[in-house]
């Protein structure tokens, strides 16, 4: 019996979950593209680059949506059982709800690995071709919001970067280098560099002062190497939002910010997110068990449809919440990125526990 029941509820949570997250995405897209009409026709940016960057940022869509979409797909499918009966005469049958429980867990492996691989490996690469392809379609460049440009530490260096081309080339470097006893030693302004593997980048037009013991002097070249940890990857933040980045991406500009003796708050709940994230599918379904316990008849589907559609919207709201409490008030990473999904757990585990009762 159980195999039977493990094959229905896979093949109806599986079949609801992907029509629900096919029209969150034609939602999300339409209101996507709605956004980006007051670009259209500005520095060369037509209907088509559009249309391109909306079905590129697609990726990132699915991935914050699975949670919900599998909330929704098992409380209409679970709904649907109990509409039915069925589940009635399974627990009559002595069918418990931690069985019930587990079974759905084991579907609910699928989406674990499904949302884990969109967030690891399809929608970080997709976001940062679309915001690529958007500058590029533009003609734009990346910049800090801070007037004078980025700015970034590299060991005894301060580099001063006014922007970043899609190509990843620098434009407008004044590099700031110290000794030891922090004492300035040279600036160096360049006009353009570009990252040679193996070698690091390589900057060009240079005008370079010099501060010695007694006297300053100014020396002027073509091309100067400039070996660094800030490889275009670590730079790609500039493109991508730590929330869109991978977890390798997250951890090695994690690694830079520790080196360099930065603040670090924000991306390490980034990464703390993103581990836990997947493991939110699970959480979703349990707490659309409860739901299946009940037996109303009438427009029962439809109100628990909505309910879901409530509890995801409100899960969402609690991500970004935390992560930003987190940050502002300095709570440990690992707190900010669990508290909503322990949130929940806690909130399927009472309901559970009061259907249980009954």
């Known amino acids: 019996m159980m195999r039977i029941l493990r094959r229905y509820l896979a093949r109806e949570i599986i079949g609801a979950t992907f029509m629900v997250l096919l029209a969150f995405l034609g939602l999300f897209a339409f209101f996507d593209f709605i956004n980006e009409l007051d670009s259209i026709g500005k520095d060369g940016y037509q209907v088509h680059h559009a249309l391109i960057y909306v079905a590129l940022i697609l990726p990132g869509r699915v991935y914050e949506l699975m949670p919900i979409a599998v909330l929704i797909g098992s409380l209409f499918a679970l709904t649907t059982l109990a509409r039915h009966s069925e589940i009635t005469v399974m627990r009559a049958s002595g069918l418990s709800t931690s069985r019930l429980l587990r079974e759905l867990s084991l579907i609910g492996v699928l989406f674990v690995v499904l949302t884990f691989v969109f967030g690891e490996y399809v929608a970080p690469p997709a976001e940062k071709a679309a915001q690529q392809w958007r500058l590029t379609a533009t003609g734009s460049t990346v910049s800090n919001e801070l007037r004078s440009g980025l700015w970034v530490r590299d060991g005894h260096r301060f580099i001063n970067v006014q922007s970043l081309t899609p190509q990843r080339e620098l434009q407008g470097i004044r590099i ?59 730079l790609s933040v500039l493109m991508v939002t730590p929330e869109r980045m991978s977890v390798t991406t997250l951890y090695a500009y994690l690694r830079h910010l520790t080196d360099n003796n ?87 585990a009472v309901m559970l526990h009061g259907v249980d009762r009954r």
Do not use: C
């Open 176 to 234: 700031y280098e110290f000794d030891d006893k922090l004492t300035l030693r040279t600036i160096s302004d360049a006009k353009h560099g570009l990252f040679v593997e193996g070698v690091g980048w390589r900057l060009t037009d240079i005008a370079q002062t010099i501060f010695e013991a007694d006297r300053t002097r100014v020396a002027t070249l073509d091309e100067l190497s400039w070996a660094s940890e800030l490889t275009p990857e670590v």
């Open 262 to 348: 930065q603040k670090t708050d924000r991306y390490e709940i980034a990464l703390w997110k993103k581990i836990v994230y997947p493991f939110a599918v699970l959480v979703m379904m349990a707490l659309a068990l409860p739901f299946a316990y009940t037996h109303d008849r009438m427009g029962g589907v439809s109100v628990k449809v909505f309910a879901g559609i409530m509890l995801g919207v409100a899960f969402h709201l609690l991500n970004g919440l935390f992560s930003n409490l987190g940050v502002i008030n300095a709570w440990p990473p690992a707190v900010a990125a669990l508290a909503p999904s322990t949130l929940f757990l806690i909130a399927a």
